[in-house]
């Protein structure tokens, strides 16, 4: 079983920078892929960026602004997310899943954290 428990949404200006944590409150991101997904208002849930086996993947609109990482010791995953827009706000959930084989379908994914906001202002 595996707990996640997101943080570092915010407000911020067009331009700005936020970095999100993903704690895993119990077990291991080792043996998973994961990933980072975001959901807007009246929008479905989309990937943004993960872990899996072969490196790491982002999607067409964040790829050069965001920048996933990951501290094992910590059991730790972070989105570093510049050059913020207006189309980036939304709630960010990072999720687990068990399997080492990338997915970018939210479906596929075992393990989900609460969420947290972020809102980019112009």
């Known amino acids: 079983q595996v707990q996640l428990e997101e943080s570092g949404g915010g407000l911020v200006q067009v331009g700005g920078s936020l970095r999100l944590s993903c704690v895993a409150t119990?077990?291991?991101?080792?043996?998973?892929?994961m990933g980072w997904f975001r959901q807007a208002p009246g929008k479905e849930r989309e990937f943004v960026a993960g872990?899996?086996?072969?490196?790491?993947s982002y999607s067409d609109s964040v790829k050069g602004r965001f920048t996933i990482s990951r501290d094992h010791a910590k059991n730790t995953v972070y989105l570093q997310m510049n050059s913020l827009n207006p189309e980036d706000t939304a709630v960010y959930y990072c999720?687990?899943?068990?399997?080492?084989?990338?997915?970018?379908?939210?479906?596929?994914?075992?393990?989900w954290g609460q969420g947290t906001q972020v809102t980019v202002s112009s």
């Open positions: 872990f899996a086996w072969g490196g790491e």
């Open positions: 119990v077990g291991t991101f080792v043996d998973y892929s």
């Open positions: 999720a687990v899943r068990r399997s080492y084989i990338k997915s970018y379908y939210s479906t596929d994914y075992d393990y």
